[in-house]
């Protein structure tokens, strides 16, 4: 039985279906290369609707492979039915045994682009990396943080754990700005100081709401922490509202002479800033 089968393994892989198997596989990986350059193209016209065109490409891709594959042994193979189960069987065993990993990650990724917690585009926080998903692929996810960098994050970790997703599929996306004052500033017009930095900034995103709250706080002294929230036009834009609202702040403060010395924290995707 065995003998049969080795036999008619050596039958179906011959020289021409080899060849016609790797046209076929050549023809769809330039095929998935030319829609995505179209997608980048259409993306790059078209910013608006970036994020809903970035989706697209991981479901695209992964019923494009499934067809390809599909294809090739149907269309090109044609095997007999006992091939196809010991072939199915051996694979299921093996991957069974040393891929249980890569399977997880694999039928995770499957789960993610037909349910997905994030799409491409959104601004993630996750496993103590927040950043843009740039790229969805069936095992890994990646991330382009807000330093520049790459992470690879295996997709069965991101459905096992906890996920943050700062903008859920929309271009906007609340941007915090934490500035502490002294006790002794009038909060009052610090406060109406923050509104006004925070609407006259080109990159608040407006129609959405702009607040600004107050709260006490210790830091080797009793201090006040004006809290300014508002969305940003579009999320890649984050640290420049950031700084565009804390410099405008600081400048307003400094005209009406309500400080008369600056120092700022240490900044990241929600901000804060001492004036003392």
């Not at 008369?260 to 804060?272: D, L, N, W």
Request: with cysteine; aromatic share 8%; proline share 4%.
């Amino acid at each position: 039985m065995e003998a049969d089968i080795i036999a008619q393994l050596t039958e179906l892989l011959s020289v021409s279906r080899i060849l016609l198997i790797a046209i076929v596989l050549l023809l769809t990986w330039l095929l998935l290369r030319i829609v995505h350059f179209a997608l980048q193209k259409s993306i790059y016209r078209f910013p608006r609707y970036r994020l809903q065109m970035g989706q697209v490409f991981p479901a695209i891709r992964l019923i494009t492979w499934f067809l390809c594959i599909v294809y090739i042994i149907f269309g090109i193979l044609q095997p007999p039915q006992a091939i196809v189960f010991a072939v199915l069987g051996s694979l299921g065993l093996a991957v069974g045994l040393a891929a249980q990993g890569g399977v997880r990650n694999l039928l995770a990724g499957i789960m993610m682009i037909f349910n997905p917690p994030f799409r491409v585009g959104d601004m993630v926080h996750f496993g103590g990396y927040y950043g843009e998903v740039t790229r969805l692929d069936l095992s890994v996810t990646m991330l382009r943080t807000l330093d520049d960098n790459m992470v690879m994050v295996p997709n069965s970790s991101i459905l096992e754990n906890a996920a943050a997703n700062a903008n859920s599929g929309e271009l906007s996306e609340m941007v915090v700005v934490n500035i502490d004052l002294p006790q002794t500033v009038d909060i009052h017009e610090a406060r109406l100081l923050a509104m006004e930095a925070a609407i006259a900034s080109p990159y608040t995103y407006l129609k959405k709401p702009v607040n600004v709250i107050v709260e006490s706080r210790y830091e080797l002294g009793f201090l006040l922490r004006l809290v300014i929230k508002a969305y940003v036009i579009d999320v890649r834009l984050e640290r420049a509202l950031s700084s565009d609202i804390t410099e405008r702040f600081i400048e307003a403060m400094y005209a009406r002479g309500l400080n008369t010395a600056h120092k700022e924290a240490s900044s990241g995707p929600k901000t804060s800033h001492n004036i003392n």
